[in-house]
């Protein structure tokens, strides 16, 4: 009984591990299906449309707002108190999350592929899902926050006249603020661990709740600019206002775990943007976005994955290799010629 017990649980850690890349591939198809709703000319129209340099300032917000991803790792190490070279966060911080986006279901497909790199670097399982579900908290308490202030910022007209309409926004701002409210105060006052299938669950403290929503909140930011340098040649929209429609678009496109809240993102944002704009125009500043907040990243993440998972072949290789010469060797001096 113990012998298959032990054989299930190396087989359940294989099929986890090899999901990662499985979700890996999702993620490269889906957006590969995003992609090919459009023609070359489309795409190419959309991007060269747009100056040079407003595509460096959004390729730059990019890149920094897959540091704050990374940093979702880093918090989460310290919140299981343990170390790692920081390019190995920032690299499984990068991979997970590049996938993550695309694929949807974030804690499933990321989660998978943090497994696979984490276990390899001496992490147990129990840490690893630690790690998963504080990053998840991360995000949640980022969306609170930031649902909040998408509220205070977007204009009244945009979450429409009816009363259900109303009814429902301020019920979701209400719902934000009380979980925003009972995580902050139960970092401060519930030190009791929540033991979930044996394995401990301990709330953050007060200043780490506060860098998770920071972080959070930084990751939003730093996405939304990549869309707001985009957009910004075609429509005059004040900053303070276009991030507010960035936040719930983004916010409700993610809850809807459509992988990479395609069309729900889109569509929210052409509607909820107050005045009116060439949908052409809208369509082209949106495409580029997608290419390159969620395009870029990954084509940057396969090639980089590629080679570490092939740079592991060839270790695991020339091991193989060197044990083997090492015990015809000691064969070689046991029985001489």
């Avoid at 012998?3 to 890349?21: C, D, F, N, Q």
């Avoid at 429902?168 to 929540?194: H, M, N, Q, R």
């Avoid at 007060?206 to 429509?235: E, H, K, R």
Wanted: aromatic fraction near 16%; glycine fraction near 8%.
């Amino acid at each position: 009984m113990s012998k298959i017990s032990v054989k299930t649980k190396k087989l359940l850690k294989k099929i986890v591990s090899w999901a990662g890349l499985f979700f890996f591939f999702v993620a490269a198809y889906v957006l590969y299906m995003q992609l090919s709703k459009y023609s070359f000319n489309d795409i190419k129209s959309a991007v060269l449309s747009i100056p040079n340099h407003n595509l460096l300032y959004a390729c730059i917000a990019s890149f920094f707002g897959y540091v704050a991803l990374s940093s979702y790792d880093y918090l989460a190490l310290k919140y299981v108190g343990r170390k790692l070279n920081p390019l190995k966060w920032i690299f499984a911080g990068f991979i997970g999350f590049s996938v993550s986006n695309n694929a949807g279901h974030a804690i499933v497909s990321g989660g998978t592929i943090r497994y696979r790199l984490y276990t390899r670097w001496r992490f147990h399982a129990s840490e690893i899902v630690k790690m998963v579900t504080f990053s998840g908290f991360t995000y949640l308490v980022a969306c609170f926050f930031l649902i909040i202030v998408g509220y205070i910022l977007t204009p009244n007209h945009v979450f429409g006249g009816g009363s259900v309409s109303k009814l429902t926004t301020e019920l979701t701002v209400l719902v934000s603020f009380i979980g925003l409210l009972v995580y902050l105060g139960a970092s401060i006052f519930y030190k009791k661990p929540l033991i979930i299938k044996g394995i401990d669950f301990e709330m953050p403290s007060f200043p780490m709740a506060l860098s998770q929503i920071f972080i959070g909140g930084a990751d939003i930011l730093l996405a939304s600019l990549v869309l707001y340098f985009s957009l910004i040649p075609f429509v005059d929209i004040s900053f303070d206002v276009f991030i507010g429609v960035f936040i719930i678009a983004q916010v409700l496109g993610v809850f809807s775990q459509v992988p990479g809240g395609l069309g729900v993102f889109e569509g929210l944002f052409m509607f909820i943007i107050p005045g009116e704009h060439n949908q052409a125009v809208l369509f082209g500043a949106l495409i580029t976005y997608r290419i390159i907040y969620y395009l870029l990243p990954l084509v940057f993440s396969s090639i980089v994955l590629i080679s570490y998972e092939a740079y592991l072949k060839y270790v695991r290789k020339q091991k193989i290799e060197r044990i083997k010469i090492f015990n015809a060797a000691k064969l070689d001096k046991i029985n001489p010629v």
